[in-house]
Nanobody, 117 residues
């Protein structure tokens, strides 16, 4: 059974940090690029960041460049999203997905991030 389990979300003050994790199982993790996407309240899905299957290439949407970092541990089948200098506009449900663009083959269940004072 394919599983992507997202975790690490929570409530944080503006300027704070969170690290999201996505633990994968049930598919050949090292053969897939992985991305994080997010959906803010009342808005559509937004691609945030992606990482090549071997971790050598990463990409970010402009609004998070310089304060989010994606990484992966292929030995543990985990992908991370380190989020620093968080802003209220980063409030969203964050999903780990396989691939770079829709349609994404597999999705995590999502983890909620709320940035508020």
């Amino acid at each position: 059974e394919v599983q992507l389990v997202d975790s690490g979300g929570g409530l944080v003050q503006p300027g704070g940090s969170l690290r999201l994790s996505c633990a994968a199982s049930g598919f050949p993790f090292t053969l897939y690029a992985l991305s994080w996407v997010r959906q803010a309240p009342g808005k559509g899905l937004e691609w945030v960041s992606g990482i090549h299957r071997n971790g050598t290439f990463t990409s970010y949407t402009d609004s998070v460049k310089g304060h989010f970092t994606i990484s992966r541990d292929n030995a543990k089948n985990i992908v991370y999203l380190q989020m620093n200098s968080l802003k209220p506009e980063d409030t969203a449900v964050y999903y780990c997905v396989t691939g770079w663009i829709r349609p994404f083959d597999y999705w995590g269940q999502g983890t909620s991030v709320v940035v508020s004072s």
